[in-house]
Every structure is written in C-alpha cells, then in structure tokens.
C-alpha cells in the first residue's frame, strides 16, 4: 500500500504528495519539483494576500508593479529553489528508507540458506489457495546420515542443491518452499491432479540423478514425499496433515518415492468428520518422526 504525506498549512490541506514508488531512480526529483511548484504556489498566494492587506492598510510604500515583481522573485526563491532542494535531499532520505523496506520485507520471506520462500510464504500460499491445487510435503532420506559422516557443511550443500532441483521443476505458477531442516513444501497449481503428481514424480527423479561432489567423492541423495489434495471444506491443516501422513508412509515403504494420500489405509468416518474433531484426526494419522 503506498504511503503519502500531507503537509498541514493551518486547518487546510496541501495537495498529498505520494511517497510510493522511490525505488525509480527518477522518484527523488519528481518528488522534488512538486514540493517546489506546491511551495511557489502556496507562497505566491501568501505573497499576493500580504500584498492587498498592506496596500489596504496604508504600509505599502513601494509601488505595488514593484511589489508584485519582488514578491515573485522571493517566492520562486524561498518557496521554490530552497523548499526544492530540502525536499530533493529528503527525498533521498525516504528512498533509501524505501529500499531498506523493501529488501527486509524480501529477507523476512525468504530462506537464507537456499533462496527459496520459507514456511511464513507458505502459510499465507495455503491459506489462499482456490481451485484446483495439491500439496507435497518433502523429505531428504538419510539426511541425518549426511550430515554425521561428512559434516553439517555438506549437509548444507545438499539441502541447496536439492532446492536448486524443486525450483528447476516446480516453476510458475507453483511455489517451492523451505520448511526448515531437510523438509520442503510444494503448493501445485493448476492442471490435473494427476498431472500434478507426475511433477512430484518428476523432481524425486531429477533429485536422485543429481549428485554432490565433495572432495571427489559423489554424494547422491534421494527424496521421499507426500502429496494431498486441497477441496471444498477441506482446511489447511488437514491437508498439511494428510501429506505428512503420506510422507510418513513412503518413508516407511523404503523411501525414494511418492505417496499420494488416496494409498493411505483411514476409517471413513474420520475423514468426513475432520472439521469437527481435528485433534481425533491427527491422533489417527500420527505424525512422522
């Protein structure tokens, strides 16, 4: 939403000014010349008022031809060329505070570690998701294999390259995120649901021909995941619930592979009634270790 000013001259208002839009190199000048035609305005105003209240008054000395002359000169003086060049160095001011803004509102939704969204994106994404749409809950198998033998260096290394993987196939309109840890999170838009879960199918694929190479050595890592369907009525966190659940079950099926929430083995009842009683659904799925 764009920030304006509004300067105060008594009980009226000037003209608002818009503050919006800085990060254009040409904002700060802009910004500028309206503040020096808003001040030439205002003070050529106040000049001419002056003017008429001194010439009915009897203190006008000069001729007033002569007044008005000078009257101009100072306006465009004062209340151009000073009043611009303020607004010209608070304006840069306001852009920088601008990009700051903007570069920590970025940072506060992205992952440092890999450059993709974090689980803040993600829960606004699941919120808002409409239509057609899957969600997949992804797993590095063996993580903590990784990072015991080789270091917690390489396990980073991994993680990044795995991220590297999921944002080469998961492009727009989908969003890749980092859970935390070795986890990450896919909402899939668009298309069939079956087309859906061959693109799961295709990144567990991508992931397992993609190897890390530390110190000569080839680390090849391979990808286990989850995958729900977002429906009418269905909340975000069942869904969350059921592709864990299904993450749950191709780990424990011997991992590298896609399990989509139609394999898992759940009494009906349970399902229909998860709105009312998600603490007995959750209970029922259990949660993977």
Same mark, same amino acid.
């Given at each position: 939403?764009?920030?304006?000013?509004?300067?105060?001259?008594?009980?009226?208002?000037?003209?608002?000014?818009?503050?919006?839009?800085?990060?254009?190199?040409?904002?700060?000048?802009?910004?500028?010349?309206?503040?020096?035609?808003?001040?030439?305005?205002?003070?050529?105003?106040?000049?001419?008022?002056?003017l008429l209240l001194l010439t009915l008054?009897?203190?006008?000395?000069?001729?007033?031809?002569?007044?008005?002359?000078l009257m101009v000169a100072f306006a465009?003086?004062?209340?151009?060329?000073?009043?611009?060049?303020?607004?010209?160095?608070?304006?840069?001011?306001?852009?920088?505070?601008?990009?700051?803004?903007?570069?920590?509102?970025?940072?506060?939704?992205?992952?440092?570690?890999?450059?993709?969204?974090?689980?803040?994106?993600?829960? =606004?994404? +699941?919120? %808002?998701?409409?239509?057609? !749409?899957?969600?997949?809950?992804? *797993?590095?198998? #063996?993580?903590?294999? /990784?990072?015991?033998?080789?270091?917690?260096?390489?396990?980073?290394?991994?993680?990044?390259?795995?991220?590297?993987?999921?944002?080469?196939?998961?492009?727009?309109?989908?969003?890749?995120?980092?859970?935390?840890?070795?986890?990450?999170?896919?909402?899939?838009?668009?298309?069939?649901?079956?087309?859906?879960?061959?693109?799961?199918?295709?990144?567990?694929?991508?992931?397992?021909?993609?190897?890390?190479?530390?110190?000569?050595?080839?680390?090849?890592?391979?990808?286990?995941a989850g995958v729900a369907e977002f429906?009418?009525?269905?909340?975000? =966190?069942? +869904?969350? %619930?059921?592709?864990?659940? !299904?993450?749950?079950?191709?780990? *424990?099926?011997? #991992?590298?592979?896609? /399990?989509?929430?139609?394999?898992?083995?759940?009494?009906?009842?349970?399902?229909?009634?998860?709105?009312?009683?998600?603490?007995?659904?959750?209970?029922?799925?259990?949660?993977?270790?």
């Open positions: 939403m764009k920030e304006q000013a509004v300067i105060l001259i008594g009980k009226g208002r000037w003209p608002q000014i818009d503050l919006g839009g800085f990060e254009r190199p040409r904002a700060v000048l802009h910004f500028a010349l309206r503040v020096c035609f808003c001040s030439v305005i205002v003070a050529s105003l106040a000049g001419f008022l002056s008054t009897g203190y006008l000395t000069l001729p007033f031809d002569e007044m008005v002359r465009w003086l004062f209340g151009g060329i000073l009043t611009g060049g303020l607004a010209f160095a608070a304006g840069h001011v306001i852009r920088e505070l601008a990009a700051s803004r903007s570069t920590f509102e970025r940072l506060s939704k992205t992952d440092t570690l890999t450059g993709l969204a974090n689980r803040r994106v993600f829960n =606004e994404a +699941v919120a %808002a998701v409409s239509g057609e !749409a899957s969600l997949a809950i992804i *797993d590095i198998d #063996r993580f903590k294999s /990784i990072n015991d033998r080789f270091g917690h260096q390489v396990g980073d290394r991994v993680i990044q390259a795995v991220s590297s993987v999921l944002r080469e196939v998961f492009d727009e309109p989908h969003l890749v995120v980092r859970l935390g840890g070795e986890e990450f999170g896919v909402v899939l838009r668009g298309g069939t649901r079956q087309e859906r879960l061959a693109l799961v199918e295709e990144a567990r694929k991508c992931v397992a021909a993609r190897c890390v190479d530390f110190h000569g050595t080839e680390i090849c890592v391979t990808i286990s429906g009418a009525g269905k909340r975000p =966190e069942i +869904v969350y %619930a059921w592709a864990d659940k !299904a993450l749950y079950l191709a780990k *424990d099926s011997g #991992r590298d592979r896609v /399990i989509h929430e139609q394999s898992l083995v759940i009494l009906e009842p349970l399902i229909s009634d998860h709105a009312s009683d998600d603490a007995r659904l959750f209970a029922a799925i259990g949660r993977r270790d």
